[in-house]
């Protein structure tokens, strides 16, 4: 099983930027898609960004232009730039990760256990 660690969080006043880690460990075959999705108090978690394994990525309308995802596969991480941050975009972000334990094999998905972005008004 893949496991996530994210790292960058923390506490940033509206129009400012941060940038979110993950490496992901553990015993796979390849790791497919990566990315980002985001939970706020009250809501249900949503989808922030994704990359694929070809690099295509994927965006939230409310994120794009602002956020930025990277992965570099030959450490497995994947980044996550967040540049002018509003107050809306105050969640914990999870990493997740869809891998293939064997060439051919299922699909199985992971996540991170989150990190809190907090954007001051």
């Known amino acids: 099983q893949v496991q996530l660690v994210e790292s960058g969080g923390g506490l940033v006043q509206a129009g400012g930027s941060l940038r979110l880690s993950c490496a992901a460990s553990g015993s796979f075959f390849r790791l497919n898609t990566i990315g980002w999705y985001r939970q706020a108090p009250g809501k249900q978690r949503e989808l922030v960004a994704l990359?694929?394994?070809?690099?295509?990525?994927n965006y939230a309308d409310s994120v794009m232009g602002r956020f930025t995802i990277s992965r570099d596969n030959a450490k497995n991480t994947v980044d996550l730039q967040m540049n002018r941050l509003k107050f809306e975009d105050t969640a914990v972000y999870y990493c997740y990760a869809r891998d293939q334990s064997l060439p051919g094999g299922a699909e199985r998905t992971s996540w991170g256990r989150g990190t809190q972005v907090t954007v001051s008004s």
């Open positions: 990359v694929s394994s070809a690099s295509r990525t």
